[in-house]
């Protein structure tokens, strides 16, 4: 029983980051059962899932970033414009999401203001700097 407790208590201090939106889930006592299974945040995320697009999404923002200058800025936009030019506006939220994947993946930061956020909580424009 008490081995059981410990478990418990270990995973409710665990976070883990959704595959498909990149925003932060943290540990509820409906998920125990299955803990170490759960890769997306919700429904919408695990039928999304990682699409040919968001890695193109992905390879754009990195590849745009290594263009620029070491503490250079790029905007969600840009990548999004180079995925596709003409529909780009609708990638603006998928671009968001990989901007998140590549923040938990430790390969850049999300930055509002010139300061570094937590991307599961950032509001409003962003930018996107390598770390």
Not at 64 to 86: F, H, M, N, W, Y
Not at 95 to 103: C, H, P, Q, S, Y
């Amino acid at each position: 029983m008490a081995q059981r407790v410990e478990s418990v208590v270990s995973m409710a201090n665990e976070s883990k980051v959704c595959a498909s939106c990149g925003r932060t889930m943290s540990w509820r006592k409906g998920l125990a059962k299955n803990w170490h299974e759960v890769r997306y945040c919700s429904d919408a995320c695990r039928h999304r899932k990682i699409r040919p697009v968001d890695t193109a999404l992905e390879t754009a923002i990195l590849a745009l970033l290594q263009r620029r200058a070491g503490g250079a800025t790029i905007c969600p936009s840009e990548a999004a414009k180079e995925v596709d030019p003409d529909r780009w506006r609708e990638l603006m939220e998928p671009a968001r999401r990989a901007a998140r994947r590549l923040v938990a993946a430790e390969e850049v930061v999300i930055t509002q203001r010139g300061r570094a956020v937590d991307p599961s909580t950032a509001k409003g424009p962003i930018r996107i700097r390598r770390t």
